[in-house]
């Protein structure tokens, strides 16, 4: 018996994600003895916005020209556009 595997993680280090991957690899195999080859495709889960920020060089709202030595910063969230397919 074969086992693919889609996941999606919330890890930004490549490292830890493929422990955890290889930690489920070895669990299936365990509890289940028919399994011969598990296939686990990892990939960063997806973000229904995008955050960005922008230094400011007063409470104006005047950007600065000096990323680092700013006394304010703005933040705000986009939405980010997701597209599904279907076969």
Known sequence: MFVYINLSLSLKRLRAAHEITNNIEEEI???IL???RVIIH??????????SAVPLANRKGEISEHFGSDPFITLWDKETLMLKFSE
């Open 42 to 51: 990892y990939e960063p889960e997806r973000k229904e916005y995008q955050r």
């Open 29 to 31: 195999k365990s509890r």
């Open 34 to 36: 028919c399994v011969e």
